[in-house]
C-alpha cells in the first residue's frame, strides 16, 4: 500500500500543538516541521499525526 499523498494547503489550518506557531512541511521525510518548538511531526497515509508524544525530535539529527 503506497502512501497518500499530503495536501499542501492543510498547512493554511494546521499549527504546532505546542507553540501555535506555523509548520512547514519536508516533502523529503514526510513530515510538518515546527522550528518554534524543534518538533517534526510525521504524516502517515497522507494524514498528519499532531500528536507531541509522536514527533521526532529536531536535535536528534545533531552531532
Known amino acids: 500500500m503506497t502512501d497518500a499523498p499530503f495536501d499542501p494547503k492543510m498547512l493554511e489550518a494546521l499549527v504546532c500543538p505546542r ?5 512547514h512541511y519536508d516533502s523529503t521525510r514526510q513530515e510538518l516541521v515546527s522550528t518554534a518548538a524543534g518538533l517534526a511531526f510525521p504524516i ?9 508524544d509522536e514527533a521526532r525530535r529536531l536535535d536528534e539529527d545533531a552531532p
Do not use: C, S
Open 19 to 23: 507553540t501555535q506557531t506555523t509548520l
Open 44 to 52: 502517515r497515509g497522507g494524514i498528519p499525526v499532531m500528536l507531541i
